[in-house]
């Protein structure tokens, strides 16, 4: 079931792709003796298109324009940041061959050890549920409730509580996309961050997030995040040198 509710939600992204406006993630319209995106980017002058981006953000989708900022940032040789953007074009549903091309790309320039190459298992399983947009597990859990009530009707299900567990198995992938990872907050480093035993300075250094490492964020307090996953980087960072998602 889980399948087809990921064949579903991959056809759908297709159809959404083919009937947009592709072209939206390069041209932009031209502003009277300026260079819009599509022109610097094709000049290379790549802070430049960086810059028309951030300063015309309103004329993309959040998606098409994270994508686009990752990909100049990642013209520009600054890959912590374009992995930013890029894991945020992806997980805002922005999903096709070259946002995944573009961030395996970056990652195999950055090498870092992260949440994304940890053998824990516990990293890797939250890695992969922070990975699928929001919208994957709505597709899922309507697509096992259809296929719970198609079942129901054809009289293939019998007995209260059969049914009643078929359909909370349905519903979980919902309810944990929407009241657990909703509220789990994930960040790449921008730069090499120092970890402390403590929100403070005044603690003992643990060790260093390389930049570019994507972390998992834990408690708050004073501007200082605990760093929950992956394991091995447990620890006190400054919210200065993360981007959040």
């Keep these: 079931m889980l399948f087809l509710a990921c064949k579903l939600l991959a056809m759908g992204d297709n159809y959404f792709m083919k009937n947009n406006n592709i072209d939206q993630m390069i041209k932009s319209p ?10 610097l980017y ?19 989708s959040s998606g098409i324009f994270h994508y686009n900022l990752g990909t100049v940032y990642s013209k520009m040789g600054d890959y912590s940041a374009a ?16 946002s995944l091309n573009n961030l395996n790309f970056i990652k195999s320039q950055l090498q870092v050890d992260d949440i994304s190459t940890s053998n824990s298992v516990i990293d890797q399983f939250m890695n992969s549920s922070l990975a ?8 899922m ?18 007995g209260k509580m059969t049914i ?18 909703d509220s789990v907050n994930y ?16 603690f003992q250094e643990k060790g260093k997030i390389k930049s570019g490492s994507k972390i998992i964020l834990g408690e708050y307090r004073d501007g200082w995040f605990y760093v929950k996953y992956p394991i091995s980087l447990a620890g006190w960072a400054s919210k200065d ?4 998602y």
């Design 30 to 39: 031209s502003v009277s003796g300026t260079l819009n995106f599509e022109q």
């Design 164 to 181: 009643a567990t078929l359909l909370v198995i349905a519903l979980f992938p919902l309810a944990y996309s929407s009241l657990y990872l």
């Design 187 to 202: 960040a790449v480093a921008f730069k090499e961050t120092t970890l402390y035993e403590g929100p403070s300075k005044i």
């Design 141 to 158: 859990t309507l697509v096992m409730m259809i296929i719970v009530l198609l079942l129901i009707k054809s009289k293939k299900l019998v």
């Design 241 to 244: 040198q993360l981007g959040q």
């Design 83 to 98: 992995r930013f953007h890029l894991e945020k074009a992806i997980k805002m549903g922005y999903i096709n061959s070259s």
């Design 42 to 60: 094709v000049k290379k002058e790549f802070k430049a298109a960086a810059n028309w981006l951030i300063q015309n953000k309103q004329q993309y």
């Design 132 to 139: 699928v947009p929001s919208s994957a597990y709505l597709s």
